[in-house]
C-alpha cells in the first residue's frame, strides 16, 4: 500500500517537472535559436530552420559572423554609448527621485498634494504620444555645454539621459518605501540637529539598499531598451546606443549570421546582468505591484 | 509654543527645494511636450514649411474622426430594370462619384471607402476621412481587448503553477521571466524567423506534427493572422512581468486561509475560487491597468515587424501617430494623433477606476 502511494507520488512529481519543463521550452527557444544562430553561416542557418537542428550548434560552427558585424558597425561605439546613456541616467533619476519621494513623505510644504498629484496622473502619459512635441521641443533648448551656451539637443549624450531621469513610477515607488521606514530614526536625527539634507544622505539613503536596487533594475531595462527616442535624436553615428545599430545590419541582402551575432550580442549585457540579480529583477517588478 | 511647532511641521523651503529637480523635469519633459501636442494638434504644423504655422482649430480632429454613411441603390439601366453582370451580381454606382465633386453630397466630400456591406439589394457604405486611422483605432482596440484578458490570464496560471513548493522551482521562474529583459525589438526580430512564410521555424514545426497536412501560412504576410501572431508574441513577451505581480499578490494571502480551506475539504478549484481569487483583487486590478495601458502603447512591434502592414491590417493608433509625425513630418497629424490617444487611455483609466471602485 505505501508502495504504491509514493509510485503515485513520483508520477505526480514526474508530471510536474515535465508541465514546468514544456513550458520553460516556450520562452526560451527564441533565445537559444538566436544564440546558436549567431554561430552558423547563413546557408546553414537558413537550411537548419527546418528541424530540430535549429536549436544545436551543429555543422559549420564558427565564430565569423561575429568578426562579420564588427566589421559592419562600429559596435563598441554603440555598446559604450548606450552603457553610458544608461548609466548616467539611472545614477541621477535614483538621486532626483528620491529627493523627490523623501520630500513628499517627510516633509510639509504647501502645494505638495497638488505637485504629487500632477507627477501620478504622469503615469498615465505614454511616452509615444509626446515624443514628437518633445522632438521639436529639444531641437530648440538651450545648453551650457564646453562650448558656452550652445542651441539644439539633437545629437548628443543629453537629449538621451536628460529627459529620462525624473519618472512618475521612480518617485512613486521610493515614496512607498520611504513611508514604511520607521520615524522615530528620522525624528532623533532631527532633535540632534541634522538638516534634512544629512537626514536623507546619513540616514534614509543607507536604509534604502532594496528599493534603490529596484528602482535602479526597472530604469535600467527601460533605458538600455530604447528604440524610438534614439531613432529620433541620433543621426549621428557618434551618439548611437546599439538598438539603432541595428541599421546598419538590414539591407538588400540581409547577412542573418550577423544579424543574430549582433543581437547576441546587445543581449547578453542584459542577460548576464539577469542571471547575476535574478532574485533583485524579480523583486523589483513585483514591487510595482504594491497597492498605492 | 504655536509657532515651535509650526516651525517644525511647516518645512516649504526644504521641501520645494528637495522635490523641484524631480518636478521641474518632469514638468519640461512631459507636461510641457504635452501641452505642446495640443496646441499643434490645432494648428497645421510641419516640420519644415515654408508657410507659417496657422491656427486650424478642430479641422485635424475632423480630419482623423469623420465618418459617413453612403447607401447606395442598384443601377437601373434605360430600360427600368436593375442592372446585372455576367455572374448575376447587381452593380452599383462609384462610391467615388459621391465623394469628389459633387455639389449634392459636398459632405462627403474626400471621404473614402472604410467597409461596406449588403443590405437586402442595397451597398451600405461606411465612409472615413482617414479610413487608415480607423482601421488603427479598430486594431488598437481588438488588441488590448484580446492582450489583456489572455495575458492576464495565462499569467495567473503560471503564478500559480510556480507557487508551488518543488526543488528546483526559482530556475523555472526565472526562465518565464526571461523575455521580459530582452529588448522587445531583438524579441520581434527573433518572432519574424519563427513567423517566416516559407523557413519559419512555426510552419516547421506544424508541417512535422501535422505529419505534412498542414500548408505552411505566412503568418506576418497575411491580412488574416497578421494581428494575432503579433498579439500571440506580444503576450509571450510580457507574460513573466505579470506572473511575477500575481505572484506578489498570491504571497500576502494568509496561509491560515488556506489551512482552513483545507480543514474544511475544500476541492482546489474551491479553494481558488473562495481564498485565492478574493485575496487577489487589488493584484487584479492592479495587472489589468498596467496590461490595457501597455496594448494602448504598442508600437516597437509593428515598426519591427510589419510596418502596419499587410493591407493596414496591423496598423495602430501609436504607429501612425509616429509615422505621422516623424515619418511623414506632419507634426499637427500626428499630435492630434496623439491627442485622441491620450483622452482614450484617461477615459479608460477613469472607468476602470469607476468599476474598481464600486466593487469595494
Known sequence: ?292 | MQKNASTLTQHNRSGWLFALPGFGLMMLFIVVPFVFAIVFSMTNQRLISPNPTQFVGLENYQQLLSVNILVLEPVITATGERKQDADGNLSYPRIRTYTRNNPDYAHLQGMKEWFTWQWQDKKVAILASDPVFMKAVVNTFLFVLVVAPLQGALALALALLINQRLKGINVYRAIYFMPVVVSIVVVSILWRFIYDGQNGLLNNLLHTVSLGHLAPVDWLGNPDTALGSIMAMSIWQAIGFHMVIWLSGLQTISPTLYEAAKIEGASSWQTFRYVTWPGLKNTAVLVLIVITMQAFALFAQIDVMTSGGPLDSTQTIVFQAVERGYGKQDISGGSAISVVLFVMVLSISLLQRYFTREKK
Open chain 1, 1 to 292: 500500500m505505501s508502495h504504491n502511494t509514493t509510485d503515485h507520488h513520483r508520477l505526480r512529481l514526474v508530471v510536474r517537472y515535465t508541465v514546468l519543463s514544456l513550458i520553460a521550452l516556450i520562452f526560451i527557444f527564441p533565445l537559444i535559436f538566436m544564440l546558436v544562430s549567431s554561430l552558423k553561416p547563413d546557408h546553414q542557418l537558413l537550411a537548419d530552420t527546418a528541424s530540430l537542428r535549429a536549436f544545436l550548434p551543429v555543422g559549420e560552427i564558427s565564430l565569423a559572423n561575429y568578426y562579420g558585424a564588427f566589421e559592419r558597425a562600429p559596435i563598441l561605439l554603440f555598446m559604450m554609448n548606450s552603457l553610458l546613456v544608461t548609466a548616467v541616467t539611472v545614477v541621477l533619476s535614483l538621486f532626483f527621485c528620491s529627493l523627490a519621494g523623501f520630500s513628499f513623505v517627510y516633509l510639509n510644504w504647501r502645494g505638495k498634494g497638488v505637485v504629487f498629484s500632477i507627477i501620478l496622473a504622469t503615469l498615465i502619459v505614454p511616452f509615444e504620444t509626446i515624443a514628437i512635441p518633445m522632438l521639436l521641443m529639444v531641437s530648440k533648448l538651450p545648453w551650457i555645454g564646453l562650448d558656452g551656451l550652445t542651441w539644439g539637443w539633437l545629437n548628443s549624450y543629453r537629449v538621451q539621459v536628460v529627459p529620462f531621469i525624473a519618472d512618475g513610477l521612480t518617485i512613486f515607488l521610493f515614496t512607498q518605501y520611504f513611508k514604511d521606514l520607521p520615524r522615530e530614526l528620522i525624528e532623533a536625527a532631527r532633535v540632534e540637529g541634522s538638516s534634512w539634507w544629512q537626514v536623507y544622505w546619513r540616514i534614509v539613503m543607507p536604509l534604502s539598499g532594496p528599493i534603490i536596487a529596484t528602482a535602479a533594475i526597472l530604469k535600467f531595462l527601460v533605458m538600455y531598451n530604447q528604440y524610438l527616442w534614439p531613432i529620433m535624436v541620433t543621426q549621428q553615428e557618434q551618439y548611437r546606443p546599439v538598438l539603432v545599430g541595428l541599421q546598419y545590419f538590414f539591407q538588400l541582402n540581409t547577412a542573418w549570421g550577423e544579424v543574430m551575432a549582433y543581437l547576441t550580442l546587445i543581449t547578453l549585457p542584459v542577460l548576464a546582468f539577469y542571471l547575476v540579480l535574478q532574485r533583485a529583477f524579480i523583486a523589483s517588478i513585483a514591487s510595482t505591484g504594491v497597492k498605492g
